[in-house]
């Protein structure tokens, strides 16, 4: 496991207003400025900020060590295997009703959704329009 990085403000070993000895006061900024190099990435400059930072890449695509398979119809439900994930793609709620009955029926996993709720509180029948 990676040691946690601590991201500090640009300025912050000028200035004790800004944390030089003050722990609480050692808090991030995003650095602005035309000529700023954090803001512009370069090399050894201090990291700045940004999503997925530090992330181990070779996870990428599973999901408690399982793998994640893209799911668009039933069809693509029966090459998932038993140490894959289902993951729905973009997929109506038709569609998507069909795809959770049968792979309850195969009992396979399917990522971040409740199966037996969601099968019960979409598959209502649409009330008439007057």
């Not at 640009?10 to 035309?34: A, C, D, E, V």
């Not at 890449?57 to 029966?78: A, I, P």
């Amino acid at each position: 496991m990676k040691s946690k990085i601590k991201f500090l403000r640009r300025t912050g070993n000028r200035f004790s207003k800004l944390g030089r000895g003050r722990k609480k006061k050692q808090k991030w900024r995003n650095p602005t400025g035309r000529h700023n190099k954090m803001r512009a990435k370069e090399r050894n400059y201090p990291a700045v900020v940004s999503i997925g930072y530090g992330t181990d890449k070779s996870d990428r695509g599973r999901f408690n060590g399982k793998k994640m398979k893209l799911v668009f119809n039933v069809k693509d439900l029966e090459s998932v295997g038993k140490d894959e994930v289902a993951l729905f793609g973009k997929i109506g709620n038709r569609k998507k009703i069909e795809v959770l009955k049968k792979a309850k029926e195969m009992k396979i996993n399917v990522h971040g959704i409740n199966i037996e709720k969601f099968i019960k509180v979409k598959s209502k029948p649409a009330k008439e329009k007057k």
